[in-house]
């Protein structure tokens, strides 16, 4: 039982070890027989099956040479090393999963012997089948290693199947990856064709080099011709620079020579000569400078030294106009170094070098012809060469693709039938054994998967199928509810003991022909004997739990500040059965024993459920009577408590109540009642109960345990907020589960 107050902080819906133990009690014949089941079969499977025999072989895939992919012209067959991120070993495995492998095995070891077990027969097909579902074909994810695992009944099967496998896998492996159909004569054959045209292409290149006058490759012959032709040019512009510049220094020497005998100079002041004597060796360094920079160095005329040598040329040239000008004289005079060096003797020298200059260019013209002729007849020759060479490059490759499946092919014939180079066996078939692991592992699977089943079953039921309120802390949790008590359902395990039917009517039983016998063997209870009854009905079984109800209104009115009188109970649920009534009874009767105040019960269905606790089914006592001093005597029946029915037999009772009830409030306001209690019909748009809660001081909703549905408590509850009613909740005839010594651990859960 819980306690409660007004606002509820619901714990966050989670799985917690009171939730297992709910599941696992409250299902618990589910599990139990499903348990029993799976340790049934279990036990079958180990006297009726035996563990079959194994053997257990081992394959290393070193690399796989995948010759059918490529093409002589590619370079010949391309080995691919195993690389688990590729798919390499998934394809080596489902060759040996393959049914075609299966059928071959089948047939190879013979459908008979391996059906023998079986059933018998000699259908390959069925033969092919169990050798595919009893093969196990292992990898693991670092390893490029294949395990081969073949189970059978017979120990005289499992060795020959699983050696059969293995040499299936060899053949299938060699015709999936090798190039099936080239015998080793045609192999031999090819490569010698191939060998004696390569020697052809290999002697016709060598006499086209030898032609072109080439030594090594194409390329390096012309890079040569090219390096020779701009040597030739630069020396050719060189050359004829030398010839300009000899060629202008001879005619200026003989002229000046010739001028400087009529010159007259005396009229010229001496530093005046100086100066321009200066000024003339200058010009002739800068143009010397200027010659060497564009044809001894190759400058350009963009180039800095260029421009810096030329801009003071030009203004050297200017102080020397300058000065000539001023002294006409001095233009007659030669002042260069080579005349002053050499006097009248460079004249002669100066004209054998410009004889001999023409000589050279001519020289120099003729060789770049011929290199340049030497040139084209080589960028002719380099496109057969280079045909040449690619042809052998073909046949080198076409050849070393034949040798080395002429090698590959002699490899696997020395071997022997059935297996490849690059995959080896690391362990043949091992001798047959049982084993017991799998055996076992099978057994306990079966035994505890009929609990696990059980389990699993009652958890779908619980989080999925059911849907019905079972615990409070599914009120908290997933209604919302401001939560009141829980009571037990006392039937459970047939504790409780039916009453005879004439004490729960009011009744005692007396003789067939009793003096006060209404013919049916019956005599109507005296009131005294009435109210005993009711006392021990409601009380006798259920105090302690209306008690507990009672604390809790009374804490519940405390908490929000409710102190008039009186205080309007409204007691309800969602469907009939709930045990609304006997609550509303229970609860008015509680009520009643405590301090002095007056409690009425008001019953308002037309069954008269609340006042069937107390009275024969006679309505005693109005409403309206029950609210006069003077006229509810008859509505007594026990100290304090007084019980009358709302039951007005019209049709137009849902819809003249809430009008009748808004005319009686200032009555039932000014009462001397302490509780006034009302036993109110299910919940429904229907029903007067929605439209009367808005008058209620709080309304109890009656939650039937595990046969009220969440959402139908959701919109009940809907309803009566629309009324603005203060919505309280009670779970009835909840059931207990888990045994009372691990309950005491879970107390907030009931």
């Not at 100079?265 to 060497?292: E, F, G, M, R, W």
């Amino acid at each position: 039982m819980n306690n409660t107050g007004r606002n509820i902080q619901a714990p966050a819906p989670s799985l917690n070890l009171a939730d297992i133990y709910f599941v696992i009690f409250r299902h618990k014949w589910k599990i139990i027989i499903l348990t029993i089941l799976g340790i049934a079969a279990g036990s079958a499977y180990y006297f009726l099956r035996q563990p079959p025999f194994e053997s257990q072989a081992q394959l290393l895939v070193r690399y796989v040479a995948d010759k059918r992919q490529t093409t002589p012209a590619d370079g010949g067959s391309k080995v691919s090393e195993v690389d688990l991120g590729e798919s390499v070993m998934a394809d080596e495995v489902s060759i040996i999963r393959s049914f075609d492998l299966a059928e071959t095995v089948a047939t190879n070891v013979g459908p008979a012997k391996i059906l023998a077990m079986y059933g018998g027969g000699d259908n390959a097909i069925q033969a092919a089948s169990i050798v595919s579902s009893h093969l196990n074909v292992e990898v693991s994810h670092d390893s490029s290693v294949i395990r081969l695992t073949f189970s059978h009944p017979d120990q005289s099967v499992v060795c020959p199947v699983i050696a059969a496998i293995i040499d299936a896998y060899y053949d299938k492996h060699q015709r999936v990856h090798a190039a099936i159909g080239i015998s080793d004569d045609l192999l031999t054959e090819t490569a010698t064709q191939l060998s004696q045209q390569l020697a052809q292409t290999e002697r016709e290149l060598m006499m086209a080099k030898t032609n072109a006058g080439i030594i090594g490759d194409v390329a390096d012959a012309e890079k040569t011709y090219a390096d020779e032709n701009s040597r030739l040019r630069s020396d050719l512009l060189q050359a004829e620079a030398a010839f300009a510049q000899q060629k202008a220094t001879v005619g200026d020497t003989l002229a000046s020579t010739h001028k400087s005998k009529d010159t007259n100079i005396d009229d010229i002041p001496p530093a005046t000569l100086a100066k321009y004597k200066s000024v003339c060796a200058s010009l002739a360094y800068l143009q010397k400078k200027h010659n060497d920079y564009l044809f001894v160095d190759g400058y350009t005329e963009a180039n800095r030294l260029v421009e810096e040598t030329a801009s003071q040329i030009t203004e050297t040239t200017k102080s020397k106009t300058d000065l000539e000008a001023k002294y006409p004289p001095l233009a007659d005079l030669d002042y260069s170094p080579a005349a002053e060096s050499a006097g009248g003797a460079s004249s002669a020298s100066a004209a054998t070098d410009l004889a001999s200059l023409p000589v050279k260019i001519q020289t120099l013209r003729d060789q770049l012809d011929q290199n340049q002729a030497d040139s084209a007849k080589l960028e002719e020759a380099g496109i057969k060469i280079s045909e040449l060479e690619h042809k052998k490059t073909l046949q080198e490759n076409n050849l070393k693709y034949f040798q080395t499946t002429l090698q590959q092919a002699q490899i696997d014939e020395a071997l022997g039938p059935g297996q490849v180079s690059n995959i080896p066996s690391i362990q043949r078939p091992s001798p047959p054994y049982k084993e017991y692991g799998k055996f076992y592992k099978t057994i306990f699977g079966l035994c505890f998967g009929g609990f696990f089943a059980g389990l699993a079953w009652a958890i779908l039921i619980e989080m999925f199928l059911d849907r019905s309120i079972k615990r409070p802390i599914e009120i908290q949790t997933k209604l919302k509810i401001p939560f009141f008590l829980s009571i037990p359902d006392l039937s459970q395990g047939g504790s409780r003991r039916a009453l005879p039917v004439a004490r729960q009517l009011g009744y005692n039983p007396a003789p067939a022909h009793g003096s006060n016998g209404n013919g049916n063997g019956l005599v109507k209870a005296s009131k005294a004997e009435a109210l005993e009854l009711a006392q021990w009905e409601i009380n006798r079984r259920f105090n302690s739990y209306y008690d507990a109800l009672r604390d809790r209104l009374v804490v519940y009115f405390e908490s929000i500040n409710l102190t008039r009188k009186p205080k309007l109970v409204a007691i309800t649920s969602t469907h009939r059965g709930s045990g609304v009534s006997t609550i509303a009874a229970g609860l008015a009767a509680s009520l009643s024993e405590t301090g002095d105040g007056r409690v009425l019960l008001v019953d308002m269905n037309e069954e008269k459920g609340a006042a069937q606790q107390f009275i024969r089914g006679e309505a005693s006592c109005k409403l309206d009577d029950a609210l006069t001093s003077e006229k509810r005597d008859s509505a007594l029946v026990q100290d304090n408590l007084y019980v009358v029915t709302e039951d007005t037999v019209s049709d137009k009772l849902p819809r003249a109540l809430p009008r009748r009830f808004a005319s009686l409030i200032p009555k039932l306001k000014a009462s001397d009642y302490d509780y006034i209690i009302f036993d109110m019909p299910p919940v429904s748009p229907t029903s007067v109960t929605s439209r009367l809660a808005g008058f209620m001081d709080t309304v109890m909703l009656v939650i039937e345990s595990e046969k009220t549905d969440q959402q139908v408590v959701q919109q009940a509850n809907a309803l009566l907020a629309q009324s603005k009613a203060n919505v309280t909740a009670v779970l009835n005839k909840t059931k207990q589960y888990i045994p009372s010594r691990l309950h005491q651990d879970f107390l907030s859960d009931t």
